[in-house]
T-cell receptor, first 111, second 116 residues
Framework: GNSVTQMEGPVTLSEEAFLTINCTYT??????LFWYVQYPGEGLQLLLK?????DKGSNKGFEATYRKETTSFHLEKGSVQVSDSAVYFC??????????FGAGTTVTVRA | SAVISQKPSRDICQRGTSLTIQCQVD?????MFWYRQQPGQSLTLIAT?????????ESGFVIDKFPISRPNLTFSTLTVSNMSPEDSSIYLC?????????????FGPGTRLTVT
């Protein structure tokens, strides 16, 4: 079956630091890959996605590249802000549109 | 993206009772899903709500405990039956595919349930 393994947190960074959250997956076929973000007290929001190998998803300064050879979809941001403090979830979906989520990584950015 | 609302936003319930959660979307969508997020945990898919037919449940979830209705393409309900403290979670509905993002899912704000 499908599964997502995500770097465990929590992660604490200073403002303007570089952020990487590792995500690897196991899936049959060719899944679509997503990063969702959950800000404190808010619902789950789609941050970015990639639907095929070598696609790069980007949004709000975050990027992730679909690497089929390493079955990975690592999230990166070059310079984080306090407002980026949130829980980040890596997820995948196959042909049936069901989402499988990673465990989530809590990121705290200090001023 | 779709605008999704859920009612109630939160509730505190006594064990042994049932709670029905509503999910309303501002446009017709093909698929609706219900997820559970236990405290400090990730999201787990409960079931796919099928319009006009019985929901499709994931392993570990059964209809008697989580009955689901989907009378049309914009509305669904999830009931948490005979609740116990272990049912304390955030329950979220999602919809997809929608618009140009054929495989994207969008989530409602969630219903925070506490069972005492």
């Amino acid at each position: 079956g499908n599964s997502v393994t995500q770097m465990e947190g929590p992660v604490t960074l200073s403002e303007e630091a570089f952020l990487t959250i590792n995500c690897t997956y196991t899936a049959t076929g060719y899944p679509s890959l997503f990063w969702y973000v959950q800000y404190p007290g808010e619902g789950l929001q789609l941050l970015l996605k990639a639907t095929k190998a070598d696609d790069k998803g980007s949004n709000k300064g975050f990027e992730a590249t679909y690497r089929k050879e390493t079955t990975s979809f690592h999230l990166e941001k070059g310079s984080v802000q306090v407002s980026d403090s949130a829980v980040y979830f890596c997820a995948l979906s196959s042909n049936d549109y069901k989402l499988s989520f990673g465990a989530g990584t809590t990121v705290t950015v200090r001023a | 993206s779709a605008v999704i609302s859920q009612k109630p936003s939160r509730d505190i319930c006594q064990r042994g009772t049932s709670l029905t959660i509503q999910c309303q979307v501002d446009s017709q969508v093909t698929m609706m899903f219900w997820y559970r997020q236990q405290p400090g945990q990730s999201l787990t898919l409960i079931a796919t709500a099928n319009q006009g037919s019985e929901a499709t449940y994931e392993s570990g979830f059964v209809i008697d405990k989580f009955p689901i209705s989907r009378p049309n393409l914009t509305f669904s309900t999830l009931t948490v039956s005979n609740m116990s403290p272990e049912d304390s979670s955030i329950y979220l509905c999602s919809v997809g595919p929608h618009g140009t993002g054929k495989d994207e899912q969008y989530f409602g704000p969630g219903t925070r349930l506490t069972v005492t």
